[in-house]
């Protein structure tokens, strides 16, 4: 099979010819037709990510969509020719994405939305997860609760938003000025963090008692601007929490701060069928037409695909950015 190898860090790739991988007990190989593409895929690939980083040389790559061609014996719940899509590999001892086969633990897979390319579906798991364990698992959403989400026009964030809706929540989103008709069209209220005090824009839309829930996809200052924007009780999820924070503020208001670290269980194995039943209740909202996601419109391929790690980390994108393998 064709795929592309880092052999050193902040090195561009390079395509070899290597074997299609054998299955292990629990595995599926699968044919993959595209490759989402995150921040965190470059951040390994430049040496950024120590937590994450692959023994070298390694094939990177963390999102996929494809078909399934053989299951180990011990796989009951997919069959050959299934269409599906996961968060697979590209960490660790775990292959990635950038690859034309590829064999993963069936936990971590569901069956693609019937309503989505190979190119969106790929473009879902690793923002999607993310946004669920931080809005699902960590915190309940009530019916009419005010939710902030930091950075709503990123990967992350648009399925955030859009996940909040779902719950039920009142949803407001810090973007910049040029990605408000996003935050909109998405069913939440932008506020232009470049312009708007934190305490103009709590005053404005919770009449300064506080969101009840935020989740920050940015991190930094952007988390620090949560602990002041929180009301007391009020949850924060963050996928951004790996710097040093004060975190006086927000104890001054009794709040509760849950961490995000969505790679967790390709890197350690606990939790992946949570990851493939997630993935199966977003396949349901996907097909309903309540979710969906945002796709820039450049097209890379393995020939380009270091263009496509560069334009994940360099502002450029507008909705994820997708690598087509077939």
Known sequence: MKALLIHTYESDFVSVQIDKPTLKAGEVLIKIHASGVNPIDNKIRIG????????????????????????????????????VYGLTGGVLGLQGTLAEYTAVDANLIAKKPTNLTMREAAAVPL?????????????????????????????????????????????YTTVSSNKTAIAKSLGATPIDYKTVEIEDYVNQHTQGIGFDIIYDTVGGQSLDDSFKAIRHYGHISSCAAFGTHNLAIGSLRSSNLHGVFVLHPM????????????????????????????????????????????AVSDGSAIGKIVVDII
Request: glycine fraction near 12%; proline fraction near 4%; charge should be negative.
């Open 267 to 310: 890197l350690s194995g606990e939790g992946r069928k949570h990851h493939g039943d997630i993935l199966k209740q977003a396949t349901k909202l996907i097909e309903e037409g309540k979710l969906k996601p945002i796709l820039d419109s450049r097209k890379f391929t393995l020939d380009n695909a270091i263009e496509a790690h560069k």
């Open 127 to 171: 923002v999607l997860l993310t946004a669920w364990e931080g809005l699902a698992d960590r915190v309940t959403i009530k019916k009419g609760d005010k939710v902030l989400v930091h950075g709503g026009a990123g990967g992350v964030g648009h399925m955030a938003i859009q996940l909040a809706k779902i719950f039920g929540g009142d949803v």
């Open 48 to 83: 950024k990510a120590p937590y994450a980083t692959p023994l070298l040389p390694a094939i990177l790559g963390t999102d996929l969509a494809g078909v399934i061609e053989e299951i180990a014996p011990d796989v009951t719940d997919f069959a050959v020719g299934d269409e």
